[in-house]
């Protein structure tokens, strides 16, 4: 088999490979069985995944054959990028193919946390009427802090302004000629003012040993009372412990999380009582539109390096060691 897909590919870029020429291997759930994952790849010359996929040395050990690995989305934390680049594999990602998606799930929280629409729905069809509890706060005038300002912190910002929000942002990796933050109109501050400016506080940052535990008890600290952070990054760069502590002390108003430190959570994670955490099952770069974008991303860029091609797609293992 030429090419092994382990995990859930959007059918328009399966299509194009299937169509290729090249013979193709789909099995969704292909990554949850180690044994038969290193079998299945011996042989492969391309394999893609998502982010269940663990590519780590024990199986970039056993893949003689491969050229390339494409990565259905932008992280890259399941991938050991120094065997891959010690091996001579190169990595392709699916990048800005996601980012309208995660800026629309902000927005999307932001709206839901000062407008509780289906709180009140429920309340009114179990027979309340509860006008008084129900009528939520404008976002108008409040400040989205940004930390991280690649391409979808950027897609955040420009919504975001567009309904009235303050902009403010932080990027330790944003070099002198990233024009986002100008086109944009974010205001550039510190992390630590980011933190105590911001009524909310959004993540889109990857998971780095710099950013492991990024909002951790210190960081909370410094947030105000009434703010709330959201993470759509990855979830390691929450301290998932100190975040309860925080909002089970009303140190911060609330979070919502579309990722975690483990996916899926055990049932008795502690975030999952109370009432000012929102969870949701990673769906924020999710979107129907987003996921054909990714899958026919991939498959161009992964036909390109087997062709003998190099993808504008391909990671540089540098900038993330």
């Given at each position: ?95 800005n193919a996601n980012a309208v998606s995660v800026a629309e799930y ?193 498959a161009a860029a992964v036909l390109l390096e087997l062709g003998g ?13």
């Open positions: 088999m030429d090419i092994i897909i382990t995990e859930a590919m959007g059918a328009p870029g399966l299509e194009v490979l299937r169509k290729s020429g090249y013979s193709v291997q789909y099995d969704p759930s292909l990554w949850s069985d180690v044994e038969r994952l290193k079998a299945a790849v011996a042989k492969a010359k391309a394999l893609i995944v998502r982010n269940q996929t663990k590519v780590n040395k024990e199986l970039l050990y056993d893949l003689k054959n491969i050229k390339i690995i494409g990565r259905l989305g932008v992280g890259l934390d399941n991938i050991d990028l120094g065997t891959t680049a010690a091996h001579g594999i190169p990595v392709v990602t699916a990048k902000v927005l999307a929280a932001i709206l839901t946390i000062s407008r509780p629409l289906l709180a009140a729905s429920a309340d009114v069809k179990a027979g309340g009427w509860n006008r008084k509890c129900f009528g939520g706060t404008e976002i108008q005038g409040k400040t989205l802090g940004l930390i991280g300002i690649g391409e979808i912190g950027h897609r955040t910002g420009i919504k975001a302004k567009a309904l009235g929000l303050n902009v403010i942002g932080c990027d330790p990796r944003l070099t002198s000629y990233d024009i986002a933050p100008d086109l944009t109109g974010i205001t550039l501050v510190s992390e630590e003012e980011v933190l105590r400016q911001s009524d909310f506080v959004s993540l889109h940052v990857p998971l780095l040993p710099s950013t492991s535990n990024l909002i951790d008890r210190a960081a909370l600290a410094r947030m105000k009372s009434t703010a709330y952070v959201i993470n759509t990054s990855r979830g390691g760069v929450v301290n998932e412990e100190e975040l309860y502590e925080a909002l089970t002390h009303n140190q911060i108003a609330g979070a919502v999380l579309d990722v975690l430190h483990t996916e899926p959570p055990g049932a008795e994670h502690p975030l999952f009582s109370l009432p000012n955490c929102l969870m949701t099952p990673h769906v924020a770069g999710a979107a129907q539109e987003a996921l054909n974008r990714t899958s026919l991303l991939i091609d190099v993808s504008k797609y391909r990671v540089d293992v540098n900038s993330w060691l």
